[in-house]
């Protein structure tokens, strides 16, 4: 390690010492929290609610993670992160490796062997020794905390750069039965410089959307059942809302923008259309949804879904016809009825439940996760792991001395200490 800080440029060492200055470390953090705050406050594409205003658009509130700020922020970070753990590391293996420890509390040994037999049954273990000393460490692991818990920072950064270099996540909306194929375009597509085109990687088939309710009958919770490939290798997946599945190293998110697919049928004399109304989910049995769509001949068909599942109820469609703001006709329908309404036949030949999907074929993901336990067991081995350090020397006047040293929770240990202490002087206390 001397050998490359000799050879290190003074441009190099003024550049380190900017990034790793306290005033450099401070901002970096501030602009982490502020992105963050962003990110939490702002929905962000392709989630539901992503904001369609320009000017959040253009500044990139919208879609925090892949703006190239936010890709610089990480990298410089990251940087921060590399140099704070080779300082930590270079320490801790100097302080694991040093012939001698601090001199936090220091006495006299009288009695050597009982001495030798108290380090034993404390646990304390040899990590070094000469001819004029000797030195015992309890938990020499914990002397590796802080290296260990930076080095998952580190992973947490490698983990964050990989993710935005390779994002790949789009929208995918299935109605129950339907079957896209292998490659087909995603809707709101977001993708990193180094992230594939956003489609659908692999051929499926939404089977069906179960939806579970509060007593209230307000919806709970959304489980898409979809079948993922073809043939015998294909997966039958389930996925709820908050709880991603991953198949062949892609993540399957099922968002809660769930609601019944419409298929209704307009028919003229002379005309007829078949055209498929998406209405979301109702809030609630007193609170239906609503839609409405422009037909060819200038009039507006408004469209509200009212269902009380809970009861067991069926989705009911109702259907106003406005032409200039003035209402020609309505009618209420469920699935398989026919009304008329204004010079339109209508019938409600099938109703489906529809479901959005989040599909993230990003990189880096199970490097992130990992991270998090890489930096739980780093402080555990810093905090609950605290090394105790015991030197034994020989002086110049022939005595024998202990230095015992503790880096924090002194009092904790005080009682060690005395044992110690005691069995040095003759008789344990």
């Given at each position: 390690m001397r050998v490359s800080r000799v050879s290190m440029r003074p441009s190099q060492r003024s550049m380190i010492a900017l990034l790793t200055s306290r005033r450099a470390v401070l901002s970096v953090s501030a602009l982490a929290v502020a992105y963050g705050l962003v990110i939490a406050l702002v929905p962000q594409q392709p989630q539901a609610g992503?904001?369609?205003?320009?000017?959040?658009?253009?500044?990139?509130?919208?879609?925090?993670?892949?703006?190239?700020?936010?890709?610089?922020l990480v990298c410089v970070a990251l940087l921060q992160i590399v140099c704070a753990t080779l300082r930590i590391t270079?320490?801790?293996?100097?302080?694991?490796?040093?012939?001698?420890?601090?001199?936090?509390?220091?006495?006299?040994v009288v009695d050597a062997g009982a001495l030798s037999r108290e380090v034993k049954r404390r646990g304390?273990?040899?990590?070094?020794?000469?001819?004029?000393?000797?030195?015992?460490?309890?938990h020499p692991w914990g002397l590796l905390g802080a290296t260990i818990l930076h080095a998952g920072l580190l992973l947490a950064g490698l983990g964050v750069v990989i993710v935005t270099l390779t994002r790949s996540v789009g929208l995918l909306t299935l109605v129950e039965g339907q079957t896209l194929p292998k490659g087909?375009?995603?809707?709101?597509?977001?993708?990193?410089?180094?992230?594939?085109?956003?489609?659908?990687?692999?051929?499926?088939?939404?089977?069906?959307?179960?939806?579970?309710?509060?007593?209230?009958?307000?919806?709970?919770?959304?489980?898409?059942?979809?079948v993922i490939g073809d043939g015998p290798k294909a997966?039958?997946?389930?996925?709820?809302?908050?709880?991603?599945?991953?198949?062949?190293?892609?993540?399957?998110?099922?968002?809660?923008?769930?609601?019944?697919?419409?298929?209704?049928?307009?028919?003229?004399?002379?005309?007829?259309?078949?055209?498929?109304?998406?209405?979301?989910?109702?809030?609630?049995?007193t609170e239906p949804s609503y839609v409405e769509r422009a037909l060819p001949d200038a009039s507006v068909l408004k469209a509200r879904c009212d269902v009380d599942e809970p009861a067991g109820s069926q989705p009911r469609l109702t259907l106003r016809l406005l032409r200039q703001g003035r209402q020609i006709g309505e009618a209420s329908l469920t699935e398989g009825d026919a009304a008329k309404i204004g010079a339109w036949s209508v019938s409600l030949d099938g109703v489906r439940r529809w479901a959005v999907l989040t599909i993230d074929q990003s990189r880096g993901y199970g490097l992130l996760f990992s991270s998090f336990f890489v930096v739980f067991a780093g402080g555990v081995l810093l905090y609950a792991s605290v090394p105790r350090e015991l030197t034994v020397y020989r002086r110049e006047d022939?005595?024998?001395?202990?230095?015992?040293?503790?880096?924090?929770?002194?009092?904790?240990?005080?009682?060690?200490?005395?044992?110690?202490?005691?069995?040095?002087?003759?008789?344990?206390?």
């Open positions: 992503a904001s369609t205003v320009d000017a959040v658009s253009t500044l990139g509130l919208d879609h925090v993670v892949t703006t190239w700020s936010f890709r610089a270079r320490r801790d293996i100097r302080r694991l490796v040093r012939p001698r420890g601090p001199a936090g509390e220091r006495f006299e304390y273990v040899r990590v070094r020794r000469s001819p004029a000393e000797s030195r015992f460490v309890k087909s375009a995603l809707a709101d597509p977001s993708h990193g410089p180094l992230g594939p085109a956003a489609a659908v990687p692999k051929t499926i088939t939404l089977e069906r959307v179960i939806a579970r309710f509060w007593d209230t009958g307000e919806p709970r919770r959304y489980t898409g059942v979809y997966a039958r997946l389930e996925i709820t809302t908050n709880s991603p599945r991953t198949f062949e190293q892609t993540r399957y998110h099922q968002e809660g923008r769930v609601g019944y697919a419409f298929f209704v049928t307009l028919s003229q004399p002379h005309d007829a259309q078949k055209i498929r109304l998406d209405l979301p989910q109702p809030q609630s049995p022939g005595s024998v001395w202990a230095d015992w040293y503790v880096p924090r929770f002194h009092e904790l240990y005080r009682s060690e200490l005395d044992s110690l202490r005691g069995a040095a002087e003759g008789g344990r206390r």
